[in-house]
């Protein structure tokens, strides 16, 4: 019986080696989506290490599993035929009688295209994005007025007020500033990299490289003014640190036993201090949240300002924003400066944002029947 873990490097050498730009972004990503399969079976119940014991209902589960991570049905698809493309291997190597990630039980979870390659997909709205940056401004402000009495408060609300301003007006992808708990280079924005005098900030891009995105007007003062609560004492510290209890609790003990300290001497270190008052009083680094903690941000935040949304999606997702801020940039200066932006190409962003460029036309058309009609008239 063969592993599935066992042969994974074997099918991405294999794919290495084909052709259409695999040996690239290709292996990768496959190999980063198949440690997250491998690790979802270790922890399934049944727990399937051999292809012998992998079945349909397996990679049922997986795609159920992906669809409920706040994801594009695209980036699902995505990830989903990297495993169906690593169970069609094992069929030509002899591991498997039949490709299951292609059964019709399998797939049926996958969210499809429903035919619309356009404005099918959420997008931040006008009425949404103001509702949300009215309320984090609230929440900031009275956090800032109060910050003798609750620092930690005040941290965490600008933290939240900075994170909804740049994803909704820079067009970046949540995991170009957030921690990506499958890609250990994306580690969160710091810093070092934001550059608030020119108005950039540098990420890590979808095209593995590291690449600056502009930083509108709205976004610098809520972050100029959450730099000033947070006072990071390092500019490596990531720009959207965790609050998680437990992990800052590990960090600040493993960080101050290292450097010598007693349990008596850390635990008066800690008495009278929130725990992200004490990394920041000693330097000691907490991890960015997640793109997962991000996107519970997001629901936290919509559920306490009261936003409700009509396209059936519980709150407004980060990838949402993204497509919001393509829709304004599109009517406004055109798919070239679009694509520019949002770090696409022209091609792709006028096939994401098609249904923009069909009203258009509708209105010219409807202009030229009007001036046609009014010409047969007199």
């Known amino acids: 019986m063969v592993r599935i873990d066992a042969v994974t490097e074997d099918f991405l050498t294999d794919k290495g080696k084909g052709q259409g730009g695999e040996s690239g972004n290709y292996r990768q990503d496959a190999g ?23 079945d349909s209902g397996h990679l049922r589960e997986y795609a159920r599993h992906l669809t409920r991570q706040g994801w594009t049905a695209g980036t699902v698809r995505t990830y989903y035929a990297y495993i169906s493309a690593f169970c069609g291997w094992a069929v030509r190597e002899g591991h498997l009688a039949e490709n299951v990630a292609q059964r019709r039980n399998a797939t049926e979870p996958i969210p499809d295209d429903g035919g619309h390659k356009s404005g099918d997909q959420q997008a931040w709205s006008a ?32 933290r939240d007020r900075a994170l909804v301003y740049i994803l909704s007006y820079s067009g970046v992808r949540g995991a170009e500033i957030l921690r990506d708990r499958s890609d250990e280079r994306r580690q969160g924005l710091r810093w070092e990299d934001v550059h608030l005098g020119d108005r950039y900030a540098t990420v890590f891009a979808k095209k593995q490289r590291l690449d600056d995105r502009g930083l509108p007007e709205p976004v610098l003062h809520p972050l100029q003014m959450y730099q000033k609560v947070l006072d990071a004492p390092s500019e490596s510290w990531p720009v959207f640190p965790s609050f998680h209890r437990p992990t800052l609790s590990q960090r600040v003990m493993d960080t101050l036993d290292r450097r010598g300290y007693t349990g008596m001497e850390i635990e008066e270190m800690r008495a009278d201090r929130s725990l992200i008052e004490v990394c920041v009083e000693y330097d000691i680094e907490p991890p960015s949240i997640t793109t997962d903690a991000g996107r519970h941000v997001l629901k936290r935040l919509c559920e306490e300002a009261g936003i409700e949304l009509d396209d059936g999606e519980e709150y407004l997702m980060p990838h949402g924003a993204r497509r919001g801020a393509g829709e304004v940039l599109v009517r406004t200066s055109g798919h070239a400066a679009a694509a520019r932006a949002l770090d696409n190409s022209e091609e792709v962003v006028r096939e994401h944002y098609s249904h923009i460029e069909a009203g258009e036309l509708a209105d010219q058309m409807t202009s030229a029947f009007e001036e046609a009609d009014q010409q047969t008239d007199s």
């Open 127 to 158: 009425e949404d994005r103001q509702q949300l940056t009215s309320f984090v401004d609230e929440q900031a402000s009275a956090a800032i007025d109060d910050v003798g009495e609750d620092r930690e408060a005040a941290i965490k609300a600008c």
């Open 32 to 54: 980063r989506e198949l440690d997250r399969f491998v690790e979802f079976l270790v922890e399934h119940e049944d727990s399937p290490t051999t292809f012998d014991e992998l």
